[in-house]
C-alpha cells in the first residue's frame, strides 16, 4: 500500500471500493443477505420484491421493450445490473437503459441513458440518497416509479447539488423522457 493514511485522533470508518465490494462478493462475503448493493461505500441489503413492485416492473420493462423494438436505437434494457460508479457506489437499479448491453462485469455508468427504481416501501431512499448519487454520476435521466403515490417522478439534467429539473406523469397516463428522443410510453395503471 502506497497510499499515505491520515494521522487522526479519532476512529474512521472506512469506505469500500468498488473493487473491494466485488472481491467481497466473489468471495462469499454477502451470501445469505440475498440481493445487496454499494452506495457511497457502505454494503446494504435489500427488501424481497413483492407482487406489486414485480408486476410494475415487468409492466415498465415491457413498454421500454416495445418501443425499443419499434426504434432504430442503440439503446438496450437491462433489469437488475450492477451500475459501476467509482469510486463507492455499485447500485443494482431496477430497469437500465444503456448503449453497452453486453460484455463481462457492471454496466459501466458512462453508457447508462436512463435508470428506473420501483419503489413500493424505498421512496424515501430513491427520491433522496439514489436521486442524489446519480445526479452526482451524470446519469441524464432518472425515474422512480411511486406505487404508493400512483405516480412516476421523472428527474433530468443533473448538477452538482442534485437533478435540477424534474416532474411527475401518473399512472395511467403518457410517460415521455426527456433525454431519450422519441421515448414516449403509456404508463399502464398499476396498482
Known amino acids: 500500500m502506497t497510499e499515505q493514511v491520515p494521522l487522526t485522533t479519532s476512529p474512521l470508518p472506512y469506505k469500500l471500493t468498488v473493487e473491494d465490494?466485488?472481491?467481497l462478493d466473489d468471495a462469499g462475503a454477502f451470501e445469505g443477505y440475498g440481493k445487496t448493493e454499494l452506495i457511497r461505500g457502505e454494503v446494504y441489503y435489500m427488501n424481497a420484491q413483492h407482487r406489486?413492485?414485480?408486476?410494475a416492473k415487468a409492466a415498465l420493462y415491457d413498454a421500454i421493450r416495445d418501443w425499443i423494438g419499434a426504434h432504430n436505437t442503440e439503446l438496450a434494457l437491462l433489469s437488475e445490473a450492477t451500475v459501476a460508479m467509482?469510486?463507492?457506489?455499485?447500485?443494482?437499479?431496477?430497469?437500465?437503459?444503456?448503449?453497452?448491453?453486453?460484455?463481462?462485469?457492471?454496466?459501466?455508468?458512462?453508457?447508462?441513458r436512463l435508470l428506473v427504481e420501483i419503489a413500493d416501501t424505498t421512496q424515501k431512499n430513491d427520491l433522496r440518497v439514489k436521486a442524489e448519487l446519480y445526479a452526482e454520476h451524470g446519469?441524464?435521466?432518472?425515474w422512480v416509479v411511486d406505487l404508493k403515490a400512483?405516480?412516476?417522478h421523472r428527474m433530468w439534467l443533473p448538477g452538482a447539488e442534485g437533478y435540477t429539473r424534474n416532474d411527475e406523469a401518473?399512472?395511467?397516463?403518457?410517460?415521455?423522457?426527456?433525454?431519450?428522443?422519441g421515448l414516449s410510453i403509456e404508463l399502464p395503471p398499476l396498482r
Do not use: C, K, W
Request: glycine letters at 8%; aromatic letters at 8%; charged letters at 25%.
Open 21 to 23: 465490494f466485488f472481491r
Open 52 to 55: 406489486p413492485h414485480a408486476r
Open 86 to 112: 467509482a469510486p463507492n457506489s455499485a447500485p443494482e437499479p431496477d430497469l437500465i437503459l444503456t448503449t453497452e448491453p453486453d460484455g463481462e462485469g457492471p454496466v459501466p455508468i458512462h453508457s447508462v
Open 139 to 142: 446519469v441524464p435521466e432518472y
Open 150 to 152: 400512483q405516480r412516476v
Open 170 to 181: 401518473e399512472f395511467g397516463g403518457r410517460l415521455v423522457a426527456a433525454t431519450i428522443d
